[in-house]
């Protein structure tokens, strides 16, 4: 029995790898072994995922320090797929459910035709959509979610920024604040005000050519996605009392505090309560994930190039399957 567990031959499957730091070169497409799941966790095969701005700045070495980054690594934290096996301790999940999940970044990804994430990371995916747009959902929607509703806070009539409107993150946030029922602004460039606008912005602002903080004032919470400058800036807009929630590093916190606005930066998290509920606002038609480009596994390498460039639209997507 043990002779037959050593010469038994483990399923392989392609994934993208990095084993070095450095621009889109290193990410190489391998053949691999097909991961094991722990007691607790599910083996998820990958349709699809999607790509987000920490796989680049895991890829260039940019959170060295800050995470525990092991290589080789598998980049991608997005899932939609179907669970090929649980673990045995995995109670709420069972093999042919269709999910979708932000896996752990701490940990391998999924540009690879199977990722094993932790049950309690996972979620059922949107019904109505297939497994290409249900991955752009969790890591963006997610993002946008807590952002604006655990910690910002975000109550119905409120006024709310949005910055980079047209992004990722931007395109959630903008839907998720008008669902709510918020007054929303969003910038984005020139050539997007109109997009942000069919997403539900109230008021677009073109930030290459307008200073945000010489049209609008009285702001209850600014949802920032830029940081430097335009965080900075942003302190002018709110009013006292007023909340400012940023996915990136919040630079200003005296500033802020000295005039009576709430600062904080967060990680997003795997809530699959958190995914449950977005799941249901998409199945409801209320929000809708936007794709701007899809490319296969093998193509990683443009997907990545495309969305460091900084000016995507909405998501790009990796198929998978
Ligand atoms: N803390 C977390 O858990 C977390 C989670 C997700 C993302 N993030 C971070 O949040 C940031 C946004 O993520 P994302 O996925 O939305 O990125 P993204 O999709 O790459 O967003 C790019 C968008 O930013 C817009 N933009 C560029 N410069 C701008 C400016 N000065 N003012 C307003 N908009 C500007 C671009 O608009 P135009 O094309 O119109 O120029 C583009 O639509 C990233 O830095 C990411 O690392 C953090």
Not at 3 to 17: G, L, N, V
Not at 54 to 81: A, C, E, Q
Not at 140 to 145: E, I, P, R
Not at 231 to 245: A, D, F, N, T
Request: with cysteine; proline share 5%; net charge neutral.
């Amino acid at each position: 029995m043990i002779c037959m567990h050593f010469t038994e031959k483990r399923k392989r499957m392609k994934a993208i790898r990095i084993h070095e730091f450095g621009n889109a070169d290193v990410l190489k497409l391998e053949d691999i072994p097909v991961p094991t799941p722990a007691a607790d966790e599910v083996l998820i095969k990958v349709y699809a995922t999607s790509v987000n701005p920490i796989d680049w700045k895991m890829r260039n070495g940019g959170y060295k320090g800050k995470f525990t980054v092991h290589l080789p690594l598998t980049p991608g934290w997005d899932v939609s797929g179907v669970i090929e096996q649980a673990g045995e301790d995995v109670k709420n999940l069972r093999k042919g459910d269709e999910v979708y999940s932000r896996p752990d970044p701490t940990r391998d990804g999924t540009y690879a035709e199977y990722v094993v994430v932790k049950a309690a990371q996972v979620a059922l995916k949107p019904k109505s959509i297939p497994h290409d747009q249900a991955a752009a959902v969790p890591l963006a929607g997610l993002t946008a979610w807590q952002g604006l509703f655990q910690h910002g806070q975000l109550q119905p009539g409120q006024k709310v920024l949005i910055h980079g409107g047209s992004g990722g993150v931007g395109t959630f946030a903008i839907q998720f604040a008008k669902w709510k029922g918020a007054y929303v602004i969003a910038t984005a460039s020139g050539k997007n005000l109109d997009f942000v606008k069919s997403l539900g912005a109230d008021k677009a602002i073109d930030y290459k050519d307008e200073k945000f903080e010489d049209i609008i004032k009285h702001i209850d919470l600014v949802f920032d996605t830029q940081g430097g400058d335009t965080q900075k800036r942003s302190l002018e807009v709110l009013k006292p009392g007023g909340r400012l929630i940023t996915t990136l590093m919040p630079q200003y916190k005296a500033e802020a505090e000295a005039k009576s606005i709430h600062m904080e930066g967060y990680m997003a998290q795997s809530d699959p309560k958190d995914l449950e509920q977005i799941a249901k606002l998409v199945d409801d038609g209320k929000i809708k994930p936007y794709i701007s480009h899809t490319f296969m596994l093998a193509e990683a390498k443009d997907a990545q190039e495309m969305g460091e460039h900084g000016h995507a639209k909405g998501k790009i997507v990796i198929k998978v399957v």
